[in-house]
């Protein structure tokens, strides 16, 4: 067996596994990635880039027509074909993955195709091609990303059956589709499925629409796809889908207990994702897992002394932002262990100035405490708001729903945490984010000149209602 050796061997290629590779290697580190499909990962390939692509597309496709049809002009849609549409979501996906590979290149890390396996704390068998490698390191990273997670009576067929992945490799839109789960990934494809024309069912077995996210924020949300069409049940209980010839027929309880049969011609699982750690050898090394989730204390080391883990297999939020900045910590940790660079100032991700971002429309951002948070840990708060509707430009961009919540703490004015509902809310959080991790106060975000006519107003506005003096609500 052939036998490399290195001071950094990461498993997997996505966005915390790539990125921890090159700031390894910016630090002085010989470093690999093994990947054994495309670089970039599930984010970029099949999940966020590719997404975001088909919900830009969805946006032009709806605001366009009803711009159109209120200015008088008749919108003719027989010619409208979502092959295209798609083509752009996988040139784009594309385009960034070849960005990645060069990137790597760039910074003189070796990309190794293949699959891999811990034989030893600091060994890495590789099957490649080519025939099997084996990878010497002072420091192992895993970094191997998620998978849909499938449930009973609802197995994948990527024909009428989607995983997301299945979803968004497809180029036919179906008539009818039943979304089964209510959170970020279900609620992004319920809006640009029915942006493009699909009549959308969406079920949810907890009893709102994006459980992770503040409420009033998912109100506003099940309030504006309820007005555009969107059949929706919360509290509901999906049992199975019995697949028909040119249908399928899923099986509902609703939250009153009724059962209910509900005809689609397809149906997307979006109820969570599971862990890709099979395989690996793990157990082998008494890595310390929970419910399939690597244990990971401080810069991300597991149970096994030099192996961390960072990403969708650890406990930390399944985001590909958090798995980023999780891998820059374990290379700067590694990079001070083995060079004597100066030692990581972050020990591990800071969970509470972590954004989540869910990019339906309206968006929804947040960070830090919530209300339910805050209630259920005992601290001490008092709440801002500030609605879109009073915002000039949320008004004049014909995009008032929406509302800028902060949490602050009524002596100190510290802010806590925050959720944005509306026009640009994943662009808009990171100043209020900003401004809780350098510790300032709603005080000082209320003093900042903000632009006019802007949304980030809405910030401003709802930072100067902490103090009691808005002025426009």
């Known amino acids: 067996m052939e036998s490399k050796q290195y001071d950094f061997v990461v498993i997997g290629a996505g966005p915390g596994g790539y990125v921890a590779a090159i700031r390894a290697a910016q630090l002085g580190l010989s470093a690999a990635v093994v990947e054994k499909d495309l670089v970039g990962g599930v984010c970029l390939n099949i999940g966020c880039i590719p997404s975001k692509s088909l919900i830009h597309n969805a946006q032009l496709f709806a605001q366009g027509k009803a711009l159109l049809e209120k200015t008088g002009a008749k919108v003719d849609l027989s010619n409208f074909d979502y092959s295209l549409v798609w083509k752009a979501s996988r040139l784009a996906a594309d385009r960034l993955s070849k960005g990645v590979n060069f990137l790597l290149r760039k910074n003189k890390v070796d990309l190794i195709k293949g699959k891999a396996m ?27 990303g998620s998978r849909p997670r499938p449930i009973p009576g609802f197995a994948f067929d990527e024909k009428k059956i989607f995983s997301s992945t299945g979803m968004l ?52 949300v099940e309030k504006e796809f309820r007005s555009r069409g969107v059949t929706m049940y919360t509290g509901a209980r999906a049992s199975g889908a019995e697949v028909k010839d040119d249908h399928v027929v899923i099986h509902l309880t609703d939250a009153q207990g009724a059962p209910l049969d509900i005809e689609a011609d397809a149906v997307l699982v979006s109820v969570g994702r599971a862990t890709n750690t099979e395989g690996l050898g793990l157990e082998n090394l008494g890595v310390r897992m929970e419910r399939g989730y690597i244990i990971t204390g401080d810069y991300h080391e597991t149970s096994c002394a030099g192996i961390y883990a960072v990403g969708d297999i650890t406990t930390y939020p399944q985001l590909a932002h958090t798995a980023s900045k999780a891998g820059e910590i374990v290379a700067e940790r590694v990079a001070h262990l083995l060079k004597g660079t100066p030692n990581p100032r972050e020990r591990t991700v800071d969970r509470l100035h972590v954004p989540s971002a869910v990019y339906c429309e309206p968006e929804v951002a ?18 801002a708001r500030f609605p879109y509707r009073g915002n000039g430009r949320a008004v004049a961009t014909e995009a008032p729903e929406g ?12 802010i806590l945490g925050a959720s944005i509902v509306g026009e640009g809310a994943a662009d808009t959080i990171h100043e209020l984010l900003l401004a809780s991790k350098a510790e300032l106060t709603v005080e000082d975000v209320a003093e900042l000149v903000h632009a006019h006519p802007t949304v980030s107003e809405a910030i401003m506005e709802a930072a100067k209602a902490a103090l009691g003096r808005a002025i426009h609500y």
Do not use: H
């Open 118 to 144: 811990l034989s030893g704390a600091s060994t890495v068998d590789v099957e490649t091609p080519g025939g099997s490698v084996q990878l010497k390191a002072k420091a192992i990273l895993l970094a191997t």
């Open 169 to 220: 490799m497809s180029d036919k839109l179906p008539k009818r589709m039943f979304i089964l789960g209510a959170g970020a990934i279900g609620m992004e494809f319920a809006y640009v499925l029915n942006a493009f024309g699909v009549e959308v069912t969406v079920a949810e077995l907890l009893p709102r629409v994006l459980p992770l996210e503040d409420e009033e924020a998912s109100k506003i």
């Open 366 to 383: 947040s960070f830090g405490l919530s209300e339910a948070s805050a209630k259920e840990k005992g601290i001490r708060y008092e709440v």
């Open 403 to 414: 509302q800028v919540k902060i949490m602050f703490d009524p002596d100190t004015k510290a």
